[in-house]
């Protein structure tokens, strides 16, 4: 987890949009979610050894304390996903009624194209079967390997969303794609096009219909230089 940004970057952008233009944040994501219902974000937990002073929720942790049978859960989480290692860091949680959504922030091309570091071949095997149940779930087959593509970010997302519905948990990603959001790169996206262009690129190369996923993932786009509702 990387140190944040002094003005630029998805970490800042999004501290800054809850802070200053939480608003009118709050109403592009109700608008891209066609959901008008009141938005609760979870405050961060706490970080002393990070500059910031906060850190970010990681896999379910954000469920203790929320839900009556975290302990189930997490005993069937330790079944899908490896102990050992970073599972999931989210940039944001925040929930809608008894909906959750998970908040993957970008603010650069670069940011989108993952790969997979894991270093044990137990952990490999592990996510590896995850994957391949989430994929299947949702295209009906495994013939793409999610785990192997510089995509591995998003892969992993998707199967936390299918892990949360298994366990009977409503759940949903939200991405936000910062518009002018990192100044000081080339690979900085100017428009909401440009957003569009790697998410369908990134679901392509899993080997999916982005129009199909809405159910699982939305997409959010403000514009740094500009925060207003429009």
Not at 98 to 105: P, Q
Not at 220 to 225: I, M, Q, S
Request: charged share 25%; proline share 2%; aromatic share 14%.
């Amino acid at each position: 987890m990387a140190e944040i940004g002094l003005g630029y970057g998805s970490e800042f952008q999004l501290m800054r949009f809850l802070g200053h233009h939480r608003n009118y944040l709050n109403k592009i994501i109700q608008d891209s979610l066609k959901n008008e219902g009141v938005i609760e974000w979870l405050d961060f937990p706490v970080n002393e050894n990070r500059c910031s002073g906060d850190g970010e929720w990681k896999g379910i942790e954000c469920f203790k304390g929320h839900l009556a049978n975290y302990e189930e859960i997490n005993k069937r989480w330790k079944d899908f996903w490896p102990q050992s290692g970073s599972s999931m860091n989210w940039d944001g949680v925040f929930k809608i009624g008894d909906i959750w959504f998970f908040v993957e922030a970008k603010a650069h091309r670069e940011e989108s194209f993952q790969r997979c570091c894991a270093s044990s071949e137990s952990s490999f095997k592990i996510i590896r079967k995850s994957l391949q149940k989430t994929q299947e779930e949702l295209t009906g087959s495994s013939t793409v390997d999610w785990i192997n593509t510089n995509c591995y970010q998003l892969a992993n997302r998707l199967a936390f969303i299918y892990f949360c519905k298994e366990c009977g948990i409503k759940a949903k990603l939200v991405y936000i794609g910062f518009i002018n959001g990192y100044r000081r790169k080339k690979d900085e996206v100017r428009s909401v096009e440009g957003w569009m262009g790697i998410w369908k690129e990134e679901m392509e190369t899993l080997g999916l219909n982005i129009e199909e996923m809405t159910p699982y993932i939305s997409f959010v786009h403000p514009d740094c230089l500009n925060p207003q509702y429009k």
